[in-house]
């Protein structure tokens, strides 16, 4: 028989099996073992069954979920929606009080803790420490810790990733055996999603976060990049749009969570994006993570978002147990210091600050700011393979001191508008605002508003797509306008909770808008043109009925060599000024009311 063979199954099948060539690990013996589960303890999970060489397959980890949950009286396990493929994206609800839906859970009093595994389907190390964390609180020796909080975990976001699965996920990540794909069924990295919610997968977080309120939300994820000896890594927005959330996670979160991994053993450090990988000399920076990723967007839509990078190189028991033991410290800080936490927020909620910052930037002049880091020492050897010079991690531990850049000060804003204003014909925009929870007023009768609208400028297309669009970027400028609104247009005020977020959505200078996602294209094209033989005469009748034209007509030609020599570039000189030229093209269709 004849056997077929897809592109990549036939490279894979054809390639002699070679052994993953990763840099030393350093040896670690942390007193978190203590948390693994005894062979005969009846709620081992499947990786401790493993030694945890392996991580369960979803079918696998929903069995276990359905288990543990139909024993255990404060567990709850509900779908929060569905995959591109059809998977149910499973969420566990742990309450002592058994509080099993938003508005009890709220009403309970106690703060609310969403931790998530697998938006990136093989960092999967969330997934196997959090099946842990439910057998702890529901049975073993973290019982107290859902006394004074709530915990919702969701395993595994991105399902149909995580089906994608195989010994060639990711080739800088020392086990498990077997793991998931990066992107959904769709080719899409729902890391990057949290604004423009084209996965099925983001939706259903975005609700969660909207629908459940947590206080604080954990994004669990394995680092790509260099080798340090940090095992467990994490951080948020420094600066950004909630100031009193980031002095409650400095406060109170940082120190807690550092304490009480290195007491088992762990080595936790802040987020480690080195400026230059091959050259850890050169320095670490701090940035701002724009709202596309679930730290940005939980700064712009004040939820405490933290996200954790686990180290790649290391031995996947080690970062599941250090996983471990921050969910843990994150919910024994939380019970502690929950009241405060839900202070800030409502703080930041209530600031609608102005100017409205859209994009960061480091100090042009470096500051001198550096830090101890914990590095592993590594050789650089001219290769002659790539041609360039070939790094070689040793594992060996060698601290350095290194620079450290950060993006603290505002590269762009906008003056902070009253409204904004979606015509009707783009109802599919304010839909996607609705997914945000982001408030609105629909028109039933027609108005005419005074608001100021951005005429695009020399836009520019991205030479290729990226996550499922073609972004753009324009220049502004600034038209005062009164605009006719129809019945079924939305105006959007920026006084709520979610104003900021609103902002970030619908201004054209943001990074992470509508607009450079490519949702607006239809504004960039050209609808009517002119023909010569009418336009030459209407040239004539405007150069006798306007002096003033035909004076800048003339400099023009004077002063412009390419101008002068181009038939159609003269003529379009007068289409531009005639009455016959579509005024609203270029005209960014979002509106700004500010009088």
């Not at 499973?90 to 803790?113: N, Y």
């Not at 595994?156 to 055996?177: C, F, K, M, T, W």
């Not at 270029?586 to 700004?592: D, F, G, M, V």
């Amino acid at each position: 028989m004849l056997k077929v063979l897809a592109a990549g199954a036939l490279a894979l099948a054809t390639i002699p099996a070679i052994a993953q060539p990763l840099p030393p690990a350093i040896e670690w013996g942390g007193r978190s073992r203590r948390f693994i589960a005894k062979p005969d303890n009846p709620w081992i999970t499947p990786a401790e069954q493993s030694n945890f060489r392996t991580t369960p397959s979803y079918d696998d980890t929903v069995a276990w979920l359905r288990r543990i949950t139909a024993q255990s009286p404060e567990l709850r396990m509900i779908s929060i929606g569905k995959s591109a493929e059809g998977r149910d994206i499973w969420m566990v609800i742990a309450s002592r009080d058994h509080f099993f839906t938003p508005e009890a859970l709220q009403r309970s009093g106690k703060p609310i803790l969403l931790a998530q595994g697998g938006i990136h389907a093989g960092e999967i190390d969330g997934k196997d420490a959090g099946l842990m964390i439910l057998r702890e609180i529901s049975f073993g020796r973290s019982r107290d810790l859902l006394e004074k909080a709530n915990f919702l975990f969701v395993p595994i976001l991105n399902v149909d990733g995580h089906e994608r699965a195989s010994r060639y996920g990711r080739i800088n990540q020392r086990g498990p055996e077997v793991i998931g794909w990066r992107t959904t069924a769709r080719n899409l990295n729902i890391n990057r999603d949290y604004m423009k919610l084209d996965a099925d997968e983001t939706r259903a977080i975005v609700a969660t976060l909207d629908h459940w309120r947590p206080d604080l939300y954990l994004d669990l994820h394995v680092t790509d990049g260099a080798d340090y000896q940090y095992d467990i890594t994490f951080g948020w927005n420094e600066v950004g749009y909630s100031p009193s959330i980031v002095r409650w996670l400095n406060g109170n979160l940082r120190a807690a969570l550092t304490r009480d991994l290195q007491t088992m053993g762990h080595i936790p450090g802040p987020l480690i994006f080195p400026i230059a990988p091959d050259d850890m000399t050169r320095g670490i920076l701090v940035g701002q993570s724009t709202p596309r990723f679930s730290s940005g967007y939980g700064d712009a839509r004040h939820v405490a978002t933290v996200l954790v990078e686990n180290h790649s190189l290391k031995p996947y028991e080690q970062r599941v147990l250090g996983t471990v033991v921050l969910l843990q410290s994150a919910l024994e800080v939380l019970g502690r210091a929950g009241t405060e936490l839900r202070q800030a927020t409502v703080a930041d909620s209530q600031l609608h600050a102005s100017p409205i910052p859209l994009a960061w930037k480091a100090p042009d002049t470096p500051t001198g700011e550096a830090m101890q880091f914990l590095a592993i020492q590594s050789k650089s050897t001219p290769s002659a393979i790539s041609g360039a010079n070939r790094t070689e991690w040793l594992g060996v531990p060698v601290p350095m001191r290194v620079p450290v850049v950060r993006e603290t000060q505002v590269a762009a804003s906008v003056p902070r508008p009253r409204a904004y204003w979606i015509p009707a014909a783009w109802s599919d925009v304010a839909s996607r605002l609705r997914l945000h929870g982001i408030a609105m007023e629909r028109i039933g009768i027609p108005r005419d508003v005074d608001v100021d609208m951005y005429r695009l400028q020399n836009p520019k297309l991205a030479a290729e797509s990226f996550e499922g669009h073609v972004p753009v970027t324009a220049g502004t400028s600034v038209e005062q306008r009164k605009e006719h609104y129809a019945p079924g247009s939305y105006r959007v005020p920026t006084d709520q909770p979610l104003g900021d977020l609103a902002a970030l959505l619908l201004e054209p200078g943001s990074p992470d808008s509508f607009f450079q996602w490519g949702f607006f294209d239809e504004v960039l094209q050209r609808t009517e043109y002119f023909e010569n033989y009418v336009m030459e005469p209407l040239a004539e009748q405007m150069l006798k009925a306007d002096p003033k034209l035909a004076a800048d007509f003339q400099h023009k030609l004077e002063t412009d060599s390419a101008f002068r020599a181009s038939a159609d570039q003269r003529l379009h000189f007068f289409y531009e000024r005639s009455p016959y030229f579509d005024e609203r093209w270029l005209l960014y269709p979002i509106a700004r009311e500010t009088r």
